[in-house]
């Protein structure tokens, strides 16, 4: 119990006080609570802020504890989504379609990210290209897809539907309980917080403060004699996993895909919820991915045409005067004003 506590509050991530972790526990409640309160409307809304933690965690693990960027990690969102809307599209009716499709789009993901992850970092690609790469990876994904119109491109009885993208994906389902309106909110719910909470734990394992080591110094920590690519390959899997996990919450959120999903613009949103937040803090992204995100869809729905010019400015902002991340930022500061005996507590 006590290495569990121990790896939950160690110094990977920010917040260690006791009323931080008072704030947290009552944050989690709020979001228990909200769902009674509100429309099954406005819950599926906030639901599908929450099914993008997972992609911004990802990009936090493998950009700011590893120390590479991805600017294609949303192909792995892609990828999920469209193995699950076949997988379980091929098997109507089935209760344990769903259930094979979130494991077939994982695994699918999470192999292709190893294939790619080898030859990137068995290479010794130089850290500068990788960005270059796995955009390149996901424009190419983006336009295949794209080409996948008409009835000659199927697979078993489900089209790939071209740029009209996949629709009629099922829900995901336990059994007779189908996850759809409140409960796909908590599922997303449950979802984020087990993310979190595993990743937290992850990096303040030995294994993080490897990884952590090894995004300060690579020389150093090969010299030591540790794997540094076998490392820096299974961080990269593990993050592309993550994306996927929030491909495969979102075909079940709309129960549609499209190739846009793989685009430019979708490949640059977890770039920017990690740098606003903080790259260099789980929560920090979860907080910003969550902010950014309803800011979005608040300005969109508005009419505002201008809510990816405002997130694009909001980024340039952060980099010129929050170069840590916002809410990175922010917390520091906070802590740098409390009581020295409220910090002193852990």
């Not at 076998?230 to 996990?245: C, E, K, N």
């Amino acid at each position: 119990m006590k290495s569990i506590v121990h790896l939950i509050g160690g110094e990977a991530d920010i917040g260690h006080t006791r009323w931080f972790w008072i704030g947290l526990a009552v944050a989690i409640v709020l979001l228990f609570f909200y769902p009674t309160q509100v429309s099954s409307f406005r819950a599926s809304n906030v639901a599908f802020y929450l099914l993008n933690v997972p992609l911004g965690l990802g990009m936090a693990l493998l950009w700011g504890y590893c120390g590479v960027l991805s600017f294609g990690h949303v192909a792995y969102f892609g990828i999920a989504g469209y193995l699950y809307g076949i997988i379980a599209g091929n098997m109507p009716g089935n209760p344990l379609g769903p259930i094979t499709g979130m494991i077939g789009g994982l695994v699918g993901c999470g192999l292709v990210a190893a294939i790619f992850g080898y030859f990137v970092f068995y290479a010794r690609v130089q850290k500068w290209i990788i960005p270059i790469l796995t955009l390149v990876f996901t424009l190419l994904l983006e336009t295949f897809l794209g080409q996948t119109a008409g009835y000659q491109w199927r697979v078993g009885s489900v089209l790939l539907g071209g740029y009209n993208g996949m629709t009629g994906i099922p829900w995901f389902q336990l059994g007779g309980l189908v996850f759809e309106g409140y409960a796909f909110y908590y599922f997303c719910l449950v979802i984020v917080i087990a993310c979190y909470f595993g990743l937290r734990m992850l990096m303040n394992s030995r294994f993080g403060q490897v990884t952590i080591a090894i995004r300060e110094d690579e020389l150093r920590a090969e010299l030591l004699g540790y794997d540094i690519r076998a490392r820096q390959a299974a961080i990269f899997v593990l993050s592309a996993m993550l994306a996927g996990l929030s491909g495969l919450l979102y075909v079940q959120w709309g129960n549609y895909i499209t190739p846009s999903q793989v685009g430019l613009l979708q490949a640059a949103l977890p770039v920017v919820w990690t740098a606003v937040g903080g790259r260099t803090s789980l929560l920090a992204v979860v907080i910003s991915t969550l902010v950014l995100n309803w800011l979005t869809y608040t300005l969109s729905s508005q009419g505002n045409q201008y809510a990816m010019v405002i997130i694009g400015a909001l980024l340039v902002v952060t980099m010129m005067f929050f170069p840590r991340g916002i809410v990175v930022m922010l917390a520091e500061t906070i802590g740098r004003r409390m009581p020295r005996r409220t910090r002193a507590e852990t």
